[in-house]
């Protein structure tokens, strides 16, 4: 307008050459604020890569922990996988808001009244607010439970459902299986607590029932040696990972006194570990005849029952009865 004075060829010109930059000012603007966003997830997602939860660093006897075994590779690249999973999350929800933003600031620039969108979007969230309550929950719950690391595929945990492996776990739904090979599929916002038995370590607990008439300071005695060398066998190192403990007495059942065993070891061992520790003290047992007490019970069959009872129903003989006959 200054250089022609020509209003037709200004607005022309505006058309032309000032709304495309407007929009193009817009859009790299836009560009820039994502790309510096991503960066900023990434740095987050490489620190998440290290792990919530510190490295273990067990050591046998003042000695240098083991190399890291094959479960803790996989625990490795599970935990980078799920970070991998969060960046990617968050990268989505900021390109989204970036573009509804930018999205709606270049309409304004276009001419459009942006006033009915903003209005209708808020609407519209309202609605979805008050219709999808429960898939608003899960979503939320789903985020909270991959950036507070509670449980990861391969991971053994209760949710109070269901207990099992976790196959897959999303924003909305955690997938497991359980012993029998049921699939179980839990909304995460309807998981209230979770157990998990496979982070960072796990713990064996063998009760062991002994006769009454046992000495009981010999059988622990027996219990901590075999609990040890468990503990020293070359093919349990990096999986039993501090000394077995033998608390002492549990409890007094009518059959049996019984004896309890601690074992710590590496995540998802426990079971394997309980097992082994059970056939050894039984062949223990037998070797130091040391009674592992079974329930008894005493059956009385009908004839025999038939006959007490006429023999308790019979009138005894009196004495003087006796000496008159």
Do not use: C
């Not at 032309?16 to 510096?36: C, D, E, H, Q, T």
């Not at 077995?244 to 019984?258: D, H, N, Q, R, Y």
């Not at 223990?284 to 007490?293: L, N, Q, S, Y």
């Amino acid at each position: 307008m200054d250089i022609t004075g020509n209003e037709t060829v200004a607005h022309t010109a505006d058309v032309l050459i000032g709304k495309p930059l407007a929009l193009l000012g817009l859009l790299l603007l836009g560009l820039v604020i994502r790309w510096v966003l991503h960066k900023l997830v990434d740095r987050v997602v490489a620190r998440a890569e290290g792990g919530v939860l510190p490295a273990n660093r067990f050591t046998r006897h003042g000695k240098a922990a083991p190399p890291a075994s094959a479960r803790d590779m996989v625990n490795a690249t599970r935990r980078v996988q799920r970070a991998k999973t969060m960046g990617d999350l968050l990268k989505s929800i900021i390109t989204g808001i970036l573009v509804a933003i930018f999205g709606t600031m270049m309409l304004s620039e276009l001419g459009v009244n942006i006033a009915p969108i903003i209005a209708s979007a808020g609407i519209i969230g309202l609605a979805l607010g008050f219709g999808a309550q429960s898939l608003v929950k899960d979503f939320l719950s789903g985020i909270f439970m991959i950036l507070e690391d509670q449980y990861g595929v391969g991971d053994v945990v209760d949710v109070g459902e269901a207990i099992g492996t976790i196959e897959a776990v999303s924003l909305r739904v955690t997938r497991l299986r359980d012993l029998n090979g049921t699939v179980w599929y839990v909304p995460n916002g309807e998981i209230l607590r979770v157990g998990n038995m496979s982070q960072n370590w796990s713990r064996a607990v063998v009760d062991v029932g002994v006769g009454y008439g046992e000495d009981l300071a010999r059988v622990k005695r027996v219990l901590q040696e075999v609990a040890h060398d468990l503990w020293e066998d070359e093919d349990f190192k990096g999986v039993v990972i501090e000394e077995p403990e033998v608390t002492g007495v549990e409890a007094l059942a009518p059959e049996s006194i019984t004896l309890r065993v601690l074992l710590k070891t590496a995540p998802m061992e426990q079971w394997g570990v309980a097992r082994e520790l059970r056939q050894r003290i039984k062949a223990r047992f037998d070797h130091e005849g040391i009674e592992i007490p079974l329930p008894q019970r005493v059956i009385w069959h009908r004839e025999e029952k038939a006959a007490q009872a006429e023999a308790d129903a019979a009138p005894q003989p009196r004495s003087g009865d006796s000496a008159t006959a």
